[in-house]
């Protein structure tokens, strides 16, 4: 049976580190060195694993355990991490550090402590001679942080095909996500009427509707009710570009916003909404305004009363009652895979969503080894009796 002891947390420190020191920030992403790395673990400690391109000097891993029965659950983590603004770290975001129970360097929480789980997990596994009931296989992907490329990649390259339960290892905050919000990203545009900055009266500014329009679906946001495990739908006015010249009236200017929706009812309800306060903002202004979708990923959620879901509850639980049922607020890997594959899946791994994409993110050890424990009684759960 799989035991996480003190050898097991340290060597899960270490392993941190290294991947954190290997700097795979997504663009340019560059995932090969860590692709490498992770690849010559897994062979030095008896597994099978290959690299699976994506484009030059970009690849995920995909490794596999064989079990007793057909059939496979997936481990699934990313390899590549956002970009970092150096200057505003107070610690170097590539050399990680230790403080206080802390490791502070960029992806220890999103997600390469994810992927250290994944990976000790597996080596546990095989080092044990364990045998599960079922293939283990492991997905570590190139391009999460973008357009899950990587992930679109393994499903297509049929090495998961097998594939009965998914499990992506993000940070969770100890919760245990039996799905995710969809992702919608849309681009509203109002366009106006140039003139000379001294002479306002004889253009159209559109940056003024723009304003208006973005006030006014901030406030509206803030009354999205809420869903019984699913919490409730959000939009983030991610970006707002108006204007060329400072002595010019802007005539064009451009809002791109960042939903998260926990049905597709709601999506409708959110460009129902955005194209009603566009034209509201608009109105006796002489601006025009229009909106278009760049990108949408449905929601997921899995049942509840699957197996393996279940399964993967209990041990989350261990001597506690389980808790709610919920999906979690942000996108995963998943979205490239469940289309095709149709399997249940569950977000779970260590770390805080909170501490990711910004300066000094950092990963509390206590979540790395709450984690080992999860997924080790989940997967002696799974051992061929």
Same mark, same amino acid.
Request: aromatic content about 6%.
């Given at each position: 049976?799989?035991?996480?002891?003190?050898?097991?947390?340290?060597?899960?420190?270490?392993?941190?580190?290294?991947?954190?020191?290997?700097?795979?920030?997504?663009?340019?992403?560059?995932?090969?060195?860590?692709?490498?790395?992770?690849?010559?673990?897994?062979?030095?400690?008896?597994?099978?694993?290959?690299?699976?391109?994506?484009?030059?000097?970009?690849?995920?891993?995909?490794?596999?355990?064989?079990?007793?029965?057909?059939?496979?659950?997936?481990?699934?983590?990313?390899?590549?991490?956002?970009?970092?603004?150096?200057?505003?770290?107070?610690?170097?975001?590539?050399?990680?550090?230790?403080?206080?129970?802390?490791?502070?360097?960029?992806?220890?929480?999103?997600?390469?402590?994810?992927? %250290?789980?994944?990976?000790?997990? @597996?080596?546990?596994?095989?080092?044990?001679? &364990?045998?599960? #009931?079922?293939? $283990?296989?492991? =997905?570590?992907?190139?391009?999460?942080?973008?357009?899950?490329?990587?992930?679109?990649?393994?499903?297509?390259?049929?090495?998961?095909?097998?594939?009965?339960?998914?499990?992506?290892?993000?940070?969770?905050?100890?919760?245990?996500?039996?799905?995710?919000?969809?992702?919608?990203?849309?681009? %509203?545009?109002?366009?106006?009427? @140039?003139?000379?900055?001294?002479?306002?009266? &004889?253009?159209? #500014?559109?940056? $003024?509707?723009? =304003?208006?329009?973005?006030?006014?679906?901030?406030?509206?946001?803030?009354?999205?009710?809420?869903?019984?495990?699913?919490?409730?739908?959000?939009?983030?006015?991610?970006?707002?570009?108006?204007?060329?010249?400072?002595?010019?009236?802007?005539?064009?200017?451009?809002?791109?916003?960042?939903?998260?929706?926990?049905?597709?009812?709601?999506?409708?309800?959110?460009?129902?909404?955005?194209?009603?306060?566009?034209?509201?903002?608009? =109105?006796?202004?002489?601006?025009?305004?229009?909106?278009?979708?760049?990108?949408?990923?449905?929601?997921?959620?899995?049942?509840?009363?699957?197996?393996?879901?279940?399964?993967?509850?209990?041990?989350?639980?261990?001597?506690?009652?389980?808790?709610?049922?919920?999906?979690?607020?942000?996108?995963?890997?998943?979205?490239?895979?469940?289309?095709?594959?149709?399997?249940?899946?569950?977000?779970?791994?260590?770390?805080?969503?909170?501490?990711?994409?910004?300066?000094?993110?950092?990963?509390?050890?206590?979540?790395?080894?709450?984690?080992?424990?999860?997924?080790?009684?989940?997967?002696?759960?799974?051992?061929?009796?």
């Amino acid at each position: 049976m799989l035991r996480i002891d003190e050898e097991v947390r340290q060597e899960a420190i270490e392993l941190l580190q290294t991947l954190v020191g290997i700097r795979s920030a997504n663009p340019p992403g560059s995932e090969n060195e860590i692709a490498t790395v992770v690849k010559e673990f897994l062979v030095k400690n008896g597994i099978d694993a290959t690299l699976v391109p994506l484009e030059k000097g970009r690849s995920s891993v995909v490794a596999r355990i064989r079990g007793t029965s057909p059939g496979s659950v997936v481990l699934c983590g990313h390899l590549d991490t956002v970009n970092a603004d150096e200057q505003k770290w107070s610690v170097p975001p590539f050399e990680p550090r230790i403080n206080q129970g802390r490791v502070c360097g960029l992806g220890s929480a999103d997600m390469k402590s994810g992927v %250290v789980v994944i990976l000790e997990m @597996a080596k546990l596994i095989a080092q044990n001679n &364990l045998t599960l #009931n079922k293939d $283990l296989v492991l =997905a570590l992907t190139a391009d999460e942080e973008s357009t899950y490329r990587g992930a679109a990649s393994v499903t297509e390259s049929g090495l998961i095909d097998d594939a009965e339960f998914l499990i992506i290892a993000e940070p969770t905050a100890g919760k245990v996500y039996c799905g995710q919000k969809g992702e919608l990203w849309l681009e %509203v545009e109002f366009s106006g009427k @140039a003139a000379h900055g001294s002479l306002p009266d &004889l253009g159209v #500014n559109a940056i $003024l509707p723009a =304003a208006r329009f973005c006030l006014d679906l901030a406030e509206a946001a803030n009354t999205f009710r809420e869903h019984v495990g699913r919490g409730h739908s959000t939009v983030n006015i991610g970006q707002f570009n108006g204007g060329w010249q400072v002595n010019i009236v802007p005539d064009t200017t451009k809002v791109r916003l960042d939903s998260r929706v926990v049905s597709d009812e709601e999506k409708r309800m959110v460009v129902d909404l955005v194209q009603r306060l566009g034209q509201e903002a608009i =109105a006796n202004t002489g601006a025009e305004f229009r909106t278009k979708t760049i990108a949408y990923r449905p929601p997921i959620v899995s049942d509840t009363n699957n197996p393996y879901v279940q399964s993967f509850l209990r041990a989350a639980a261990g001597n506690h009652s389980q808790a709610e049922m919920e999906i979690a607020p942000y996108s995963t890997d998943g979205v490239a895979i469940i289309p095709k594959l149709g399997i249940p899946m569950v977000v779970y791994g260590p770390g805080d969503i909170a501490q990711a994409h910004q300066p000094d993110e950092f990963l509390e050890l206590s979540s790395l080894y709450q984690a080992l424990d999860v997924f080790a009684r989940f997967f002696n759960g799974l051992v061929s009796r």
